[in-house]
């Protein structure tokens, strides 16, 4: 019997749900192997399949091949001889950018694999237990990227917030710190900002050690191998960023409650919301992900009643444009 997804007569089979979504994975596939190899770097000017080929030391047609699934995928575009980055891809392909992108993917493909490997393993359960470090790095290059829109778009929505990052004292709580991306962003962001963050992993604690001193920032950002519910400073930091999505349902009271007492009066504690209600693939897809995260589907009530009950007494819904996600924030009022 034929499986073929554009026969319409063709009956609605596992098989043929396989076909449909093998594609998704594929072109994935294609996609991050074009990252790893610099398939994508190589295109960001115009150039024949025969000249990147031989600059990657891969096979032509293979790359041709590639280079054909991006065209599809809107990657690229192409024209008698030569391929290139499309125009609306380019922001995303351009140097630095293209390090986030691959990230991503690493990010993406590591997590979906230890998935599977847990499955097998009759492992499956709730939390973030990686321990790949290209995992773990590529997390925290992501954390990094996404200092930037947090900067752009979220603090500025924060009465206050940006006026305490500057003073010569400002301090931010980095809670759930991993790769350390997080805290280096905002320490190049903001000049004076000392971080302490938080890490009770081994592997992601050692990762930050040494992205800390890579980045010349051991002065200033003081890295704790320790979980949230050890932190007992009072009235210290301005600003705190939270990764509640990591963190189960009996730590988040108190992760709250913590970082609470540990905000100075009229400092923040920010986060984002990841729940997407609704029995559509692409929303049953990321509270899968967010339970195998840790945390669970949260929505920005969920989040808010938490906040409330720790002493929280002021909640913003951010708006984040270049990011996925929205964001949520609460107040420690005077
Ligand atoms: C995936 S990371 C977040 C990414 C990070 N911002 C970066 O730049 O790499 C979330 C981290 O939260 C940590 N974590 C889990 N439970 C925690 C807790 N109770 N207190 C503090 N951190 C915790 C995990 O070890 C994990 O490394």
């Known amino acids: ?61 293979v790359v041709e091949r590639m280079a054909d699934v991006l065209v599809a995928m809107g990657v690229l575009d192409r024209d008698d001889e030569r391929y290139w980055i499309s125009e609306a891809m380019a922001p995303q392909c351009a140097p630095g950018a293209v390090d986030v992108l691959r990230a991503d993917l690493r990010a993406l493909f590591g997590q979906s694999a230890r998935f599977v490997e847990d499955a097998r393993r009759g492992e499956l359960a709730p939390g973030w237990r990686h321990t790949d470090p290209e995992l773990i790095d590529a997390q925290g290059v992501i954390s990094q ?83 949230v519910e050890a932190l007992d400073e009072r009235e210290a930091f301005d600003v705190s960023y939270m990764a509640q999505m990591f963190f189960p349902d009996r730590v988040l009271g108190e992760c709250f409650a913590r970082v609470h007492a540990a905000l100075r009066p009229g400092g923040w504690v920010m986060t984002a919301v990841v729940h997407q209600p609704g029995s559509d693939l692409v929303p049953a897809l990321s509270r899968l992900k967010v339970t195998l995260w840790g945390g669970g589907p949260r929505s920005f009530e969920d989040l808010e009643r938490a906040a409330r009950r720790a002493g929280f007494a002021e909640f913003v819904r951010m708006e984040m444009p270049g990011t996925v996600l929205p964001g949520f924030a609460a107040r420690r009022t005077w």
């Not at 034929?2 to 994935?28: C, F, K, Y």
């Not at 960001?44 to 096979?59: C, F, G």
């Not at 930037?148 to 929505?157: D, E, S, T």
């Open 145 to 227: 990227a996404t200092t930037g829109p947090v900067v752009r778009f979220a603090l500025p929505q924060l009465p206050g917030a940006l006026d305490r990052l500057a003073e010569p004292d400002a301090a931010v709580l980095d809670v759930g710190a991993g790769a350390a991306g997080f805290s280096i962003g905002i320490c190049r962001a903001f000049p004076n900002v000392r971080v302490v963050g938080l890490e009770p992993g081994d592997v992601p604690y050692t990762a930050a050690v040494r992205n800390v001193l890579a980045a010349g920032l051991e002065g200033r950002i003081e890295l704790r191998k320790q979980p």
């Open 1 to 61: 019997m034929s499986t073929d997804p554009s026969r319409p007569d063709t009956p609605d089979t596992l098989r043929r749900r396989i076909a449909e979504h093998s594609s998704s994975a594929w072109a994935l596939s294609t996609l991050r192997a074009a990252a790893e190899c610099g398939l994508l770097e190589r295109l960001r000017e115009p150039s024949s399949i025969r000249h990147v080929a031989s600059a990657l030391s891969a096979d032509a047609q």
